[in-house]
């Protein structure tokens, strides 16, 4: 296994650019150019290729787009940052769900910035401010939730009870998420009235529409996705997380 990145010099910077998007490469790399940083540039568009390329030679800066072809994006930064193949990331997206936040937050990864809101210039900036040791997050868009919004995610709901959460709200029933789980149905069915009377909800499509809206679970093209629970098990029965 190759060792974590250190600090590097200019000349030496090696950086991971990953985003499904080419658009979105050829933007990223044109504002790398400007910030003049990294000497070495990788470029991966799933993430499986980006895993292989950094579990090859770790690199000193990632910048990750979330909406990848065959894993939720939020899915592969825990892998990175678990296996310190980054030394410093950089998040790129639009996306601000309640998952999301509850996610990428300073301590995890070192900067985020909204593609939906933000220019040229301040890519440039956040390219600059991670790439050199700082921090770079744009308050309004991983900001917790208010106090009038509720508790968070992780205050509601045990861990137990967020993952029964995250497979039901896919689609799932209570056999199915009792086959995942390797538990009866009858536990399943016990926390699946838990989490809907916390969540205020009574019936199977409000709890899938609570999951969608919060992000524990997202529709994409490429299938149904559960941002922080990739695992076999899930893998079974939804082959698009690997």
């Known amino acids: ?71 939720d994006g939020l899915d592969l930064l825990a892998r990175v940052v678990a296996e310190r193949r980054v030394l410093r990331i950089l998040v790129v997206s639009s996306r601000s769900d309640e998952r999301a936040r509850q996610l990428l937050r300073p301590g995890k990864i070192d900067g985020f910035l909204d593609t939906a809101t933000t220019g040229f210039a301040k890519l440039v900036d956040a390219i600059r401010t991670v790439a050199g040791g700082g921090i770079w997050f744009q308050r309004e868009s991983v900001a917790p939730a208010s106090r009038a919004a509720g508790p968070r995610l ?47 909800v009574h019936t199977r499509v409000e709890l899938m529409r609570e999951a969608l809206r919060r992000g524990v679970v997202r529709i994409t093209p490429d299938g149904i996705l559960h941002p922080g629970f990739d695992d076999e098990a899930m893998a079974e029965v939804f082959p698009k997380v690997i």
């Open 1 to 71: 296994m190759s060792a974590p990145p250190t600090e590097p010099n200019l000349s030496e910077v090696r950086l991971i650019l990953v985003h499904r998007s080419q658009l979105a490469i050829e933007q990223l790399a044109q504002a790398v150019s400007v910030a003049r940083f990294a000497a070495e540039i990788v470029v991966c568009r799933t993430a499986a290729s980006a895993l292989a390329a950094l579990r090859a030679r770790p690199a000193h800066l990632g910048i990750f787009g979330l909406s990848l072809p065959d894993m």
């Open 154 to 200: 992780d205050q509601m709901f045990t861990p137990r009870e967020l993952r029964v959460f995250a497979l039901l709200g896919g689609g799932l029933d209570d056999r199915g998420a009792a086959k995942i789980l390797g538990v009866s149905e009858h536990t399943v069915h016990g926390h699946r009235n838990a989490i809907m009377r916390k969540l205020g």
